[in-house]
């Protein structure tokens, strides 16, 4: 049954509008549809977006021009987290005539082009969701780093029940690599990790699951290749990537996670498994080195190291204490600094500040 819709506040009432202009579900899009419910419970915000699930109010983007010019506390803001985004802001404010101040979460970890820059000056402040994030910066940055809902993505007592529900292997250990398939993403570190690790453990297998769009489907068909070539497509499992209801029921069926990227923003992936316990291996891109204590919850290994990461995988796999270990440090660093509500929490301080500013 789907779930009602989630009121959107009166428009007079709005205090807050976090926009998500793209269509195709991305990393923003997960961010919004996490934490806007929860900030609906402290504060009038409204998403605006094209299509989101029910339980996020959304007021359809043709109506922004029906806004009043003002909202309840005088100037409303507007929460811009991709350049188009903080574009729309900018129209609403000096075209449109609203009352808004300008808010902008940056992720990059590298120097923006100059019309970026140029529109991040506009802003009347900035989020950083990590300190390399904010290192790119030419201007003051508050940092709040990502969270993850600790109740959807914990550990289940019947793993191998949950891998028979959701059609997988229920012996052995299994080792997971989730998000878009693409270069940037080091899937092809991955698939030669694997194929390094599995010739000396007999028993474990990998999960690659997500989206491969047109542009990429080339490399995806080279992984499966590789895969076939080693003889291990009984062993490197893929799957297309599944609803966002079903995402932590996968993460919850992984003994170990790898994100191998080359690039990343954030990088929540990593995050989302440690909660459910599931120790990562990741390199050192995005926010990985902040999320990850070496040796404790997983390992770091330099970019591009597939060697490295096997190294990381097969060391684990040989010595279960160890990874039983890793997976309840790695559950304990997620609950105790990581959770969705804080990080909700310390946006809202933001947009309170901004409103009595």
Same mark, same amino acid.
Request: glycine share 6%; with cysteine; hydrophobic share 45%.
């Given at each position: 049954m789907t779930p009602p819709a989630a009121p959107v506040p009166p428009l007079r009432e709005i205090e807050v509008i976090a926009p998500n202009f793209k269509k195709r579900h991305s990393g923003v899009t997960s961010t919004v549809i996490r934490l806007v419910p929860l900030q609906a419970r402290q504060i009038a915000?409204?998403?605006?977006?094209?299509?989101?699930?029910?339980?996020?109010?959304?007021?359809?983007?043709?109506?922004?021009l029906l806004l009043p010019r003002s909202g309840p506390s005088g100037a409303r803001v507007w929460h811009a987290r991709r350049n188009v985004e903080m574009v729309a802001g900018l129209a609403l404010k000096y075209l449109a005539g609203k009352r808004l101040k300008l808010l902008f979460t940056s992720a990059a970890q590298r120097r923006h082009t100059g019309f970026t820059r140029w529109l991040i000056r506009q802003m009347d402040a900035v989020i950083a969701t990590s300190s390399k994030s904010a290192s790119y910066l030419e201007r003051e940055a508050q940092v709040i780093r990502h969270g993850v809902d600790c109740t959807q993505f914990q550990p289940v007592d019947d793993r191998a029940?949950?891998?028979?529900?959701?059609?997988?292997?229920?012996?052995?250990?299994?080792?997971g690599c989730f998000g878009r398939i693409r270069h940037q993403k080091g899937n092809d570190l991955f698939v030669a990790a694997m194929i390094e690790v599995f010739a000396t453990h007999p028993t474990a297998r990998a999960l690659i699951m997500g989206r491969a769009t047109a542009e990429h489907q080339d490399f995806l068909k080279q992984l499966k290749k590789d895969v076939a070539?080693?003889?291990?497509?009984? #062993?490197?499992?893929?799957?297309?990537?599944v609803p966002? /209801?079903?995402? !932590?029921?996968?993460?919850? *069926?992984?003994?170990?996670? =790898?994100?191998?990227? #080359?690039?990343?923003?954030?990088?929540?992936?990593?995050? /989302?498994?440690? !909660?459910?316990?599931?120790? *990562?291996?990741?390199?050192? =891109?995005?926010?990985?080195?902040?999320?990850?204590?070496?040796?404790?919850?997983?390992?770091?290994?330099?970019?591009?190291d597939a060697r490295a990461i096997a190294d990381a995988v097969t060391r684990l796999l040989h010595d279960p204490s160890a990874l039983r270990a890793m997976s309840k440090a790695a559950r304990a660093r997620a609950e105790g600094s990581f959770r969705l509500e804080q990080e909700a929490a310390a946006i809202v301080s933001v947009y309170r500040r901004l409103l009595g500013s």
């Open positions: 915000i409204t998403s605006c977006a094209p299509d989101l699930p029910p339980e996020v109010p959304n007021l359809p983007p043709r109506r922004l029940a949950l891998r028979a529900a959701l059609n997988l292997p229920t012996d052995g250990p299994l080792i070539e080693a003889s291990l497509s009984d #062993r490197i499992l893929f799957r297309d990537e966002i /209801e079903d995402l !932590a029921r996968h993460f919850q *069926a992984l003994d170990l996670y =790898v994100a191998p990227q #080359r690039w990343e923003g954030f990088g929540l992936t990593p995050l /989302e498994a440690m !909660a459910c316990g599931a120790p *990562a291996v990741a390199t050192k =891109v995005g926010a990985f080195e902040e999320l990850i204590v070496e040796g404790e919850t997983g390992h770091l290994v330099e970019i591009e």
